[in-house]
């Protein structure tokens, strides 16, 4: 791991084990609400809280905020917790869900409302929302501010037995209309929502505010530090409130600037809408931010978690370029991925000086990064495929590949020379005759002449076909909801499908989930749409843009 200087977080702590505030306990948790499946942002709070219990001998609980039944789905519980699972974190026997503590959060309320610290008011959510005030004025206080306590109470039973309709009735507490933080100005606790719970069923038909149920659930976990995102941060005062009010165990919550990307959206509700509209093709479309997405696209998570310890833990909102994070799967994927030269849209190149049947093999490394795994036997033919890109017929300056009468590196095998060009009807190139320097095996010329250019390849007899999927960033724009409208910002070109493409044999009967380099093109990882004899690759990332020099230095 490397070395590095603590964050702020991992300051509070070890000033808070120092002191013996929480008896040098560590216990934190990652508190998903299933309405979605997570993204990239998350991977930074999962990493965050499982990371900091880790670090010092610690606990973190997997929790479920299912406080709003409308909005719960068990699909995305599962997914959560492969996900979580999936970027190398275990809660052990600790996984909670808010819905488990309503019978003690409704008893927390009424005792609220037994010390006259909440009451049962009946106006309605607008008028609540008029009756708050705005950032320069205060409050005013609703006419069932000071209802005497047995009275609210007994609303209150009322209200969750079921005797009133939907929205008639709240119960709000009773803290600081005059508050310059709104949140202090009488929230509400509970509402009422007829509305079947994923785990309660029609038990309730009151539900308790995020708010509310936040410390309270921290409170009886025994959570140590409630780590939240920055918006979180106005609404730390009612959090330590509640608890301070109703007397019980109080965590401490402290807040970080959550993740942000360039060219990617991090909003729950547009996510869903681009799946719901079919603008991709589900949550787990490798163009999407989700986990699913990019662990189908390739990601792996111990980029991710290496993404996540680089970008580090702030106090301020900024954003990060998305190449930060394609850094970090190219860093991991150069030491893990075999190599494979595969030809995306390919030119047919006949070597005249080769017998036809003849063919041999070219040992080649799997991995130059990785001297562990080994090699691999490539079959050279007369009848070979090179990427229609590494022909031009009238070269400019500087263009070092292949073109009529020069010479280029076969890679890992013969000097290769195009003597003849052959077109089709409408004028176009269809074939290039040429021709090998025997001498040449392996890429070296014993007369010691040079080429610039190295090129890859494939045996036509040997090559195995597949499609392969292209991808670019979803948007256009950097800041994808620029304009007010993402929608407009939607990239035309952020997939590309290449349906004949040509890959080495060592790629027959790859499983989904197999992430190989393509050599000059990237990394790209096996679809889950691959069928026996029909591969699908979606590409991970691309290579640096430095591969070129590289190779030139060969």
């Known amino acids: 791991m490397e070395e590095r200087s603590l964050h702020f977080i991992e300051q509070e702590i070890e000033e808070d084990n120092r002191t013996g505030r929480y008896e040098k306990r560590v216990h934190t948790r990652f508190p998903p609400e299933p309405n ?40 995305y519980v599962e997914s959560i917790m492969a996900d979580v699972r999936w970027l190398g974190f275990d809660w052990g026997d600790r996984l909670f869900y808010a819905s488990q503590y309503f019978g003690q959060i409704y008893e927390y309320a ?19 929302r008029e009756h708050r005030g705005t950032l320069t004025s205060p409050g005013k206080p609703s006419p069932w501010r000071e209802r005497p306590a047995p009275e609210s109470l007994d609303l209150f039973r009322r209200m969750r037995a079921g005797e009133f309709p939907d929205g008639s009735r709240t119960l709000r507490a009773k803290i600081d209309l005059a508050s310059g933080n709104i949140n202090l100005r009488d929230p509400v606790l509970y509402r009422i929502l007829r509305a079947p719970h994923h785990r309660t069923g029609t038990t309730w038909c009151i539900y308790p505010m995020y708010d509310f149920a936040h410390g309270q659930c921290d409170s009886l976990e025994r959570i140590t530090h409630s780590i939240c995102t920055l918006e979180f941060e106005d609404h730390r005062p009612l959090y330590d409130w509640f608890v301070q009010s109703l007397g019980i165990y109080a965590p401490r919550q402290i807040e970080f600037a959550r993740l942000n990307l360039t060219y990617t959206l991090m909003s729950k509700r547009k ?41 580090g833990v702030a106090k301020m909102n900024s954003t990060i370029e998305v190449g ?15 190599r494979v030269m595969g030809v995306l849209r390919p030119l047919r190149v006949v070597v005249e000086n ?18 562990a795994a080994g090699t691999r036997r490539v079959p050279f033919s007369r009848d070979l495929f090179i990427e229609r890109e590494d022909f031009m017929e009238e070269p400019p300056k500087k263009y070092f590949r292949l073109a009529p009468g020069r010479e280029v590196r076969l890679r890992g095998g013969y000097f290769l020379k195009c003597d003849r060009v052959v077109k089709d009807a409408q004028g176009a190139v269809s074939e290039l005759r040429c021709s090998i320097d025997p001498a040449t095996r392996g890429g070296q010329a014993p007369d010691g002449r040079k080429v610039k250019g190295t090129i890859h390849w494939v045996s036509a007899a040997q ?29 035309p070109r952020s997939l590309e499908v290449l349906k004949d493409c040509l890959l080495e044999r060592s790629v027959a009967g790859a499983a989904p989930g197999k992430t190989v380099q393509f050599e000059r093109h990237g990394y790209f990882c096996v679809d889950p749409d691959s069928r026996e004899g029909a591969l699908v690759f979606n590409r991970t990332v691309s290579l640096r843009d430095t591969w070129a020099k590289i190779q030139e230095k060969e």
């Open 354 to 371: 080769v017998p036809e049947g003849r063919v041999e093999d070219f040992e080649l490394a799997n991995n130059p990064e990785d001297t």
């Open 271 to 311: 996510l869903l809408e681009l799946v719901r509209d079919g603008l991709v093709r589900g949550w787990d479309d490798p163009r999407m931010p989700t986990l699913c997405g990019l662990r189908r696209r390739g990601y792996t998570p111990e980029a991710i978690r290496a993404f996540c310890q680089r970008i």
């Open 463 to 491: 090559a195995i076909r597949a499609e392969v999927r292209i991808y670019e960033t979803l948007f256009t724009r950097p800041d994808p909801d620029e304009g007010g409208d993402y929608r407009r910002n939607l990239n």
């Open 36 to 75: 979605g499946y997570l993204h990239i942002g998350h991977a930074k709070s999962i990493c965050l809280n499982f990371g900091a219990a880790a670090r010092y001998g610690g606990l973190c609980n997997l929790r479920f905020d299912d406080t709003n039944p409308t909005k719960k789905d068990v699909e």
């Open 110 to 128: 009424e005792n609220l409302i037994r010390t006259g610290k909440a009451y049962v008011c009946e106006l309605s959510a607008d008028q609540i």
């Open 324 to 338: 930060v994070l394609e850094n970090a799967i190219r860093e991991d994927l150069n030491r893990r991925a075999p």
